[in-house]
T-cell receptor, first 114, second 111 residues
Framework: EAGVVQSPRYKIIEKKQPVAFWCNPI?????LYWYRQNLGQGPELLIR????????DSQLPKDRFSAERLKGVDSTLKIQPAELGDSAVYLC????????????FGEGSRLTVL | QKEVEQNSGPLSVPEGAIASLNCTYS??????FFWYRQYSGKSPELIMSIYSNGDKEDGRFTAQLNKASQYVSLLIRDSQPSDSATYLCAVNPNRDDKIIFGKGTRLHILP
């Protein structure tokens, strides 16, 4: 069974440019998470989806970050415009359902903003 | 108080010894607890989950949970150089489906 798939793996952009990350969760996993991980830190939740509904986006910087999960499967996380401090690894993870099962991560998208 | 706390390390353990990793959490109603291993430049990989008080063993790994003390630990027996990584403790608070991670403990197994 395929795991969580993310792309791109690496992205280097200049500040003020836009960037987008894509995630395809494990088949049948209704809950999808986007985390951001800075060097030497644990993952920090940005947004959580139950199917197509964003149920927790309290940590998402809404002035520049947006996310969507159309049809409750794939998800896209966008940053526009990017700032130097956005350099991090963006991790997508999925879970079978609310409070159900274990959380599995994709390989992550490493963003460098110059 | 942070929701999930871990000693950042590094924790150095001789090869073949037992490595003990600790984690405390603040939400007393938390129900699900996870340990992830993360190699440098890689994403977190689930190695253990535990839901009830006591010990849970899987190969060389044992997770221990004490809800009264709000404490969860991971023991790695017969430590190998390949166990050198950062270990992340994660907690699912009772209030919602958010999974919160600690900062991780860097473990270094000395050959």
């Amino acid at each position: 069974e395929a795991g969580v798939v993310q792309s791109p793996r690496y992205k280097i952009i200049e500040k003020k440019q836009p960037v987008a990350f894509w995630c395809n969760p494990i088949s049948g996993h209704n809950t999808l998470y986007w985390y951001r991980q800075n060097l030497g830190q644990g993952p920090e939740l940005l947004i959580r989806y139950e199917n197509e509904e964003a149920v927790d986006d309290s940590q998402l910087p809404k002035d520049r970050f947006s996310a969507e999960r159309l049809k409750g499967v794939d998800s896209t996380l966008k940053i526009q415009p990017a700032e130097l401090g956005d350099s991090a690894v963006y991790l997508c993870a999925s879970r079978q359902g609310p409070n159900t099962g274990e959380l599995f991560f994709g390989e992550g998208s490493r963003l460098t903003v110059l | 108080q942070k929701e999930v706390e871990q000693n950042s390390g590094p924790l150095s353990v001789p090869e073949g010894a037992i490595a003990s990793l600790n984690c405390t959490y603040s939400d007393r109603g938390s129900q699900s607890f996870f340990w992830y291993r993360q190699y440098s430049g890689k994403s977190p990989e689930l190695i253990m989950s535990i839901y009830s008080n006591g010990d849970k063993e899987d190969g060389r790994f044992t997770a221990q949970l004490n809800k009264a003390s709000q404490y969860v630990s991971l023991l790695i027996r017969d430590s190998q150089p390949s166990d050198s990584a950062t270990y992340l403790c994660a907690v699912n608070p009772n209030r919602d489906d958010k999974i919160i991670f600690g900062k991780g403990t860097r473990l270094h197994i000395l050959p």
